[in-house]
């Protein structure tokens, strides 16, 4: 059963509840979220849930009904988020993990490492004890592979994972690694499962050759009842009839997984399918069907592999393979995982100053030097501080999750022109990115030459196409003038700066006219005087935590009955929370389905807020909290 205590449950009496199960015969698994806290109760003697109702501190008592009592999403709603070194696995995410079927020596294990790093992998694979068929077959390099892991990890930063065999070595591979791998012919071996589920780490389950999911879930179960906290369950084919393929990829297995359980699923196309060539198309497929991640395996020279040299990817397919996961996550709102940098490089364009993140705080933003975006950084921060400059806003959200900057500076919305709805589709496609701040700049437009430059010399005047049709009143007075797009403001000052020629204009701000050393031929050319861009602060999920919030942004879908929204609302008006903004954006690949954006004001008693995102859970799918920041 599932124990939901009460919200402000006082200490004494959350140890009494616990004390009171376990000399009933139970085991207790404590869960403490951001607005609960449950015990999942499990054992083999029964108990009258009425007993535990009437305890003070106890909110509700939920019985769970599949065999799979802690990882049955009876007892966990939400999905159960893994953190493992600097990767989050589970939720929007897609974790890639890459590596050879086995450690063969410390020049290959680091150069794969390396390899698949570059391409975008965050955890690292590689076996030290093998389990073959064949007695003859190599067997692992044993404690010798696992320190080359190690080290592989230490030069990239990387998380590893490794296979452990048997109860003897679970000691020896967790000195070294982050992830156990309980392989397909272990899943039955209940005593191994026992063990690792007391060893303290996360741990990766693959499914047995022949087992159905319920079996699947009963041996993650085994893991959970003996206090393992993080499993990550891993689809990689089971046996059938065919035999083309080494095994048949059920990725049916996916979506049916997520459904019944709240542990993340990954699926391994390398041992699926066992043919170099159909990894790529049915990697692609498991993220399309809803995997949180992939597993596979990539060899320098996958024809001298000592194991599964067949099914390991060349370097060059990863990449492809890296490549297309990255077109492909944004249709499914998802995003890649990546590992922050280490090492600071510019990723800009040539006016960008790219010093190391160390001392000042840097602030990426599009566009280039003496954008709007970079004004709203000086007048936000109010500091000395570097600025990074990127060509897209993409760029953006990689530079902060990647920690090439500090935080990010991003446009949401103008008052003439609406929402910037590419930023707001990218914080969803970002799981790790949340809104930390905000501020609202006037937009004053300005023609902007060369220092020799006059109004008469003026034949061709370039801004980005919402810098020209606001200042369509001034334009029309100069109907000679050719009007061309750019794809920034302050970047058509640059870019007129470097053509050199007098009879070129840009319209941008008076600080783009300032960096580059140009005139301002005529101020505020700006149609409408009432020209407002509402910008965001954003950095990665760590380092959101911001005292004293006083607003907050969400997003979530309704479900699919009638008064869906206005029952959503219903919760915000009933706890007199003021909303500040609501706005519908399709969802990608869902014709005719919308997903909600709303700015809240979070009240002085934070908790409260807190509690409406719990009970808006009832009203709503894919709930999810984009920030909660001061304005």
Same mark, same amino acid.
């Given at each position: 059963?599932?124990?939901?205590l009460?919200?402000?449950?006082?200490?004494?009496?959350?140890?009494?509840?616990?004390?009171?199960?376990?000399?009933?015969g139970?085991?207790?698994?404590?869960?403490?979220?951001?607005?609960?806290?449950?015990?999942?109760?499990?054992?083999?003697?029964?108990?009258?849930?009425?007993?535990?109702?009437?305890?003070?501190?106890v909110?509700?008592?939920i019985?769970?009904?599949?065999?799979?009592?802690?990882?049955?999403?009876?007892?966990?709603?939400?999905?159960?988020?893994?953190?493992v070194?600097?990767?989050? *696995?589970?939720?929007?995410?897609?974790? @890639?993990?890459?590596?050879?079927?086995?450690?063969?020596s410390?020049?290959?294990?680091?150069?794969? /490492?390396?390899?698949?790093?570059e391409?975008?992998?965050?955890?690292?694979? #590689?076996?030290?004890?093998?389990?073959?068929?064949?007695?003859?077959? !190599?067997? +692992?390099l044993?404690?010798?592979?696992?320190?080359?892991?190690?080290?592989?990890?230490?030069?990239?930063?990387?998380?590893?994972?490794?296979?452990?065999i048997?109860?003897?070595?679970?000691?020896?591979?967790?000195?070294?690694?982050d992830?156990?791998?309980?392989?397909?012919?272990?899943?039955?071996? !209940?005593?191994?499962?026992? =063990?690792?589920?007391?060893? #303290?780490?996360?741990?990766?389950?693959?499914?047995?050759?022949?087992?159905?999911?319920?079996?699947?879930?009963?041996? %993650?179960?085994?893991?959970?009842?003996?206090?393992a906290?993080?499993?990550?369950?891993?689809?990689? #084919?089971?046996?059938?009839?065919?035999?083309?393929? =080494?095994?048949?990829?059920?990725?049916?297995?996916?979506?049916?997984?997520?459904?019944?359980?709240?542990?993340?699923?990954?699926?391994?196309?390398?041992?699926?399918?066992?043919?170099?060539?159909?990894?790529?198309?049915?990697?692609?497929?498991?993220?399309?069907?809803?995997?949180?991640?992939?597993?596979?395996?990539?060899?320098? %020279?996958?024809?001298?592999?000592?194991?599964? +040299?067949?099914?390991?990817?060349?370097p060059?397919?990863?990449?492809?393979?890296?490549?297309?996961?990255e077109?492909?996550?944004? @249709?499914?709102?998802?995003?890649?995982?990546?590992?922050?940098?280490?090492?600071?490089?510019?990723?800009?364009?040539k006016?960008?100053?790219a010093?190391?993140?160390?001392?000042?705080?840097?602030?990426?933003?599009?566009?280039?030097?003496?954008s709007?975006?970079?004004?709203?950084?000086i007048l936000?921060?109010?500091?000395?501080? $570097?600025?990074?400059?990127?060509?897209e !806003?993409?760029?953006?959200?990689?530079?902060?999750?990647?920690?090439?900057?500090?935080?990010?500076?991003?446009?949401?919305?103008?008052?003439?022109?609406?929402?910037?709805?590419q930023?707001? $589709?990218?914080?969803?496609?970002?799981?790790?990115?949340?809104?930390?701040?905000?501020?609202?700049?006037?937009?004053?437009?300005n023609?902007? #030459?060369?220092?020799?430059?006059t109004?008469?010399?003026?034949?061709? @005047?370039?801004?980005h196409?919402?810098?020209?049709?606001?200042?369509?009143?001034?334009l029309?007075e100069?109907?000679?003038w050719?009007?061309?797009?750019?794809y920034?403001?302050?970047g058509? @000052?640059?870019?007129i /700066?470097?053509?050199?020629?007098?009879?070129?204009?840009?319209?941008?701000?008076?600080? /783009?006219a300032?960096?580059?050393?140009?005139?301002v031929?005529?101020?505020?050319?700006?149609t409408?005087?009432q020209?407002?861009? =509402?910008?965001?602060?954003?950095?990665?999920?760590?380092?959101?935590?911001?005292?004293?919030?006083?607003? %907050?942004?969400?997003? !979530?879908?309704?479900?699919?009955? &009638?008064g %869906?929204?206005?029952?959503?609302?219903?919760?915000?008006?009933?706890?007199?929370l003021?909303?500040?903004?609501?706005?519908s954006r399709?969802?990608?690949?869902?014709?005719?389905?919308?997903?909600?954006y *709303?700015?809240?004001?979070? &009240?002085?008693?934070?908790?409260?807020?807190?509690?409406?995102?719990?009970?808006?859970?009832?009203?709503?799918?894919?709930?999810?909290?984009?920030?909660?920041?001061?304005?």
């Amino acid at each position: 059963m599932v124990i939901v205590l009460e919200h402000n449950i006082k200490n004494k009496d959350k140890q009494y509840i616990r004390q009171f199960i376990e000399k009933s015969g139970f085991k207790v698994h404590e869960i403490s979220g951001e607005e609960e806290t449950i015990f999942g109760v499990v054992g083999n003697v029964t108990l009258d849930a009425r007993e535990i109702e009437i305890l003070t501190g106890v909110n509700r008592v939920i019985p769970i009904s599949s065999p799979y009592k802690l990882a049955s999403r009876e007892f966990k709603k939400e999905d159960t988020l893994i953190t493992v070194g600097p990767v989050k *696995i589970g939720g929007p995410r897609i974790v @890639v993990i890459a590596g050879p079927c086995a450690v063969e020596s410390r020049e290959q294990i680091i150069e794969t /490492a390396q390899m698949v790093k570059e391409s975008g992998a965050v955890i690292l694979r #590689g076996g030290a004890y093998k389990p073959r068929s064949s007695p003859y077959a !190599f067997q +692992g390099l044993g404690e010798k592979g696992l320190k080359y892991l190690k080290e592989a990890s230490l030069k990239t930063g990387m998380p590893t994972i490794s296979e452990v065999i048997s109860a003897e070595t679970i000691d020896q591979v967790k000195e070294y690694v982050d992830i156990l791998q309980i392989g397909a012919r272990n899943m039955y071996n !209940f005593d191994l499962l026992k =063990r690792v589920g007391t060893a #303290g780490k996360t741990v990766m389950l693959k499914r047995g050759l022949s087992a159905t999911i319920q079996e699947f879930l009963m041996s %993650a179960e085994y893991l959970l009842a003996h206090g393992a906290h993080n499993i990550i369950l891993c689809e990689r #084919g089971i046996r059938t009839f065919e035999t083309y393929t =080494r095994n048949t990829l059920d990725i049916s297995a996916i979506p049916i997984v997520k459904k019944l359980s709240h542990l993340p699923i990954f699926v391994d196309p390398s041992h699926a399918t066992g043919i170099r060539n159909k990894v790529l198309p049915m990697a692609l497929a498991s993220i399309a069907a809803g995997a949180h991640g992939i597993s596979v395996e990539v060899h320098p %020279a996958p024809e001298k592999a000592l194991s599964d +040299g067949p099914q390991s990817l060349y370097p060059e397919q990863f990449e492809k393979l890296m490549r297309d996961i990255e077109a492909l996550a944004p @249709v499914f709102e998802k995003e890649i995982a990546r590992l922050p940098k280490r090492d600071v490089i510019s990723i800009s364009a040539k006016h960008t100053r790219a010093p190391k993140l160390k001392g000042k705080k840097r602030i990426a933003f599009q566009g280039e030097r003496g954008s709007f975006s970079e004004k709203a950084i000086i007048l936000y921060f109010e500091e000395d501080v $570097d600025t990074l400059a990127c060509r897209e !806003f993409r760029e953006v959200f990689n530079a902060v999750l990647e920690g090439n900057a500090h935080y990010g500076m991003i446009p949401l919305e103008n008052s003439l022109s609406g929402s910037i709805h590419q930023n707001y $589709d990218l914080l969803l496609q970002f799981p790790d990115i949340q809104i930390v701040g905000e501020k609202k700049i006037r937009i004053v437009h300005n023609l902007i #030459g060369l220092p020799e430059a006059t109004l008469d010399s003026i034949k061709r @005047v370039y801004s980005h196409p919402q810098g020209l049709a606001q200042c369509s009143r001034f334009l029309e007075e100069y109907p000679a003038w050719e009007k061309i797009s750019f794809y920034d403001t302050a970047g058509s @000052v640059a870019h007129i /700066a470097d053509m050199g020629a007098t009879d070129n204009a840009a319209i941008a701000s008076i600080e /783009a006219a300032k960096f580059n050393k140009l005139k301002v031929l005529k101020e505020g050319i700006e149609t409408n005087p009432q020209n407002y861009t =509402r910008f965001v602060i954003i950095a990665r999920e760590e380092n959101a935590r911001i005292k004293n919030p006083t607003k %907050a942004s969400l997003v !979530f879908s309704t479900l699919d009955k &009638p008064g %869906a929204l206005f029952q959503a609302l219903k919760v915000l008006a009933g706890r007199k929370l003021n909303m500040k903004k609501l706005e519908s954006r399709p969802i990608p690949g869902k014709p005719w389905e919308y997903m909600f954006y *709303i700015d809240v004001e979070i &009240p002085s008693e934070v908790t409260l807020f807190t509690s409406v995102l719990e009970e808006l859970k009832a009203y709503t799918e894919n709930l999810r909290l984009l920030g909660m920041y001061r304005f």
